[in-house]
Structure formats: structure tokens, C-alpha cells
């Protein structure tokens, strides 16, 4: 069963930066693509960073381009531990919102409906 495990996130203040990192493991296929969604209440929930094949393709929304950075260690093949990475700096308080991991096997997709996996999700809060 495939686990994402996220951690970071918290509160910073307006143009103020924060990391984001999400270990997955136990997947015994190959995850293709690797995501960040976000959240924010009464919000659909949005792509925000997505990274494919480990670097091979990478796409960000058009409010966090420039921004955000996504990376990934370790996209290994099969029973391999994967993480990705969000940074963000310049942060504003649009960006506040509950930030989302996730991962599917096959190309990275706009719709969240069509990632299996899923971490926990962790709060950004930015303020004045």
C-alpha cells in the first residue's frame, strides 16, 4: 500500500518562504508522477507543482510560477522510497491554504480525481 508522508508547512509572514517534503514508499509499481495540490477553504482543490519521471517533465500553476520549486530524490523504480519537494518563497497570503501530496502511476493530470494516492495534507498560513 502506498504511503505519503508530508511534512513542513506552518506560518510565515508575506514574501516569506517555507519548504514543503512528501516521502512516498510502498508502492510497488513505478509512480510516474509526482504532485502538489492545494486547498483553501471553500476552494476546489488545485495543482500547484507537478514533476514527472523525476525531473523529466515539470509544471507549475500559472499564480505560483517563479515561485515554487518542485524537485524529487531517489525516483526509483519498484519498492523504492521517492520524496519530492515544494519550495516556495515569496510566499502572499493566496498561497495560504492546506497543501496536498500526491501520486499516480501513468502522466501528471490537472483533475485531482485522477491521482490514487494521497498524504495527510499540511496547513500554510501566510499573513501580514
Known amino acids: 500500500q502506498v504511503q505519503l508522508v508530508e511534512s513542513g508547512g506552518g506560518s510565515v509572514e508575506i514574501g516569506g518562504s517555507l519548504s514543503l517534503s512528501c516521502t512516498a514508499s510502498?508502492?510497488?509499481?513505478?509512480?510516474?508522477?509526482m504532485a502538489w495540490f492545494r486547498q483553501a477553504p471553500g476552494k476546489k482543490r488545485e495543482r500547484v507543482a507537478a514533476?514527472?519521471?523525476?525531473?523529466?517533465?515539470?509544471?507549475?500553476?500559472?499564480?505560483v510560477k517563479g515561485r515554487f520549486n518542485i524537485s524529487q530524490d531517489n525516483a526509483g523504480g519498484a519498492n523504492a522510497r521517492s520524496t519530492v519537494y515544494l519550495q516556495m518563497i515569496s510566499l502572499e497570503p493566496e498561497d495560504t491554504a492546506m497543501y496536498y501530496c500526491?501520486?499516480?502511476?501513468?502522466?501528471?493530470?490537472?483533475?485531482?480525481?485522477?491521482?490514487?494516492?494521497w498524504g495527510q495534507g499540511t496547513q500554510v498560513t501566510v499573513s501580514s
Open positions: 510502498g508502492f510497488t509499481g513505478r509512480l510516474n508522477c
Open positions: 514533476i514527472y519521471d523525476g525531473g523529466f517533465w515539470i509544471d507549475y500553476g500559472h499564480s
Open positions: 500526491a501520486a499516480k502511476t501513468g502522466g501528471c493530470k490537472l483533475d485531482p480525481g485522477t491521482y490514487d494516492n
